[in-house]
């Protein structure tokens, strides 16, 4: 039997956040967290709602996987998100020790690649899922913005 | 006349806030956020209590302080902070764009210095301030916990 759990069915479903976002003019960005294929938390950018530089995607499904698990270390959980992390979400993944991070478009301006960012030696990270569509939605959102 | 308002006064203040940290047993971090001389925000390390990598002090304050402000970028406020930050919170002062950062205790293994952070370019750094104090209030944490 084929498994239908595949990153792409995760990504999706960040995707779905992200486009949430776009629709209430944050800058398009989900994200969830899975452990054992069940979704723990999803969540989207909200930096203009709420005015705060911290809410992140990835920073309110971090705080929301520790709270269903109820501990704050997100042990064979895995993160989708649809935009490459920035330095302050990879640094709150380092201290998660979060498993596995797989975002979709990278961001050669401000993710963590570029800037450097270490993540914790147990995590492993798979990109360029939904990539394009990921990016395209960025693209869009800046557009309507511009105009 | 004097100018009582030196870097020393307010990190007394953060340094307070670590002290509760302490009592709660918390990792003694204290932070506030001062604007034209009047403290905006004041917070410490609640990472055990709420179950949560990124409730360090840091966070907290810059969330409470665009709370405040009504708007979320930190200009011409001042981060007070008795430990250098790490790789998430130096992240998040980054977007905020806080004009400066006051640190005591330099945090030699995930201080944002050796991990490689980026601050933003409109961000100055102040070391040193009570550093100390905040580096033996640390030790004497982990002392307690090793027993």
Redesign the interface.
Known sequence: MENIFTDEYFMKKAFQEAEIAFDKGEIPVGAIIVIQNKVIARSHNL?ELL????AHAE?QS??AA??FL????LKDCTLYVTLEP???????L???QISKIVFGAHDEQRGFTA????LHPKTTVVSGIMAQESAELMLRFFARRRK
Do not use: H, R
């Open positions: 930096t005015n705060d530089v911290t920073m971090i705080t520790a709270n109820g501990g704050k270390y920035c330095q302050m979400c990879a640094g709150a380092y201290w998660s800037m450097g960012t270490k």
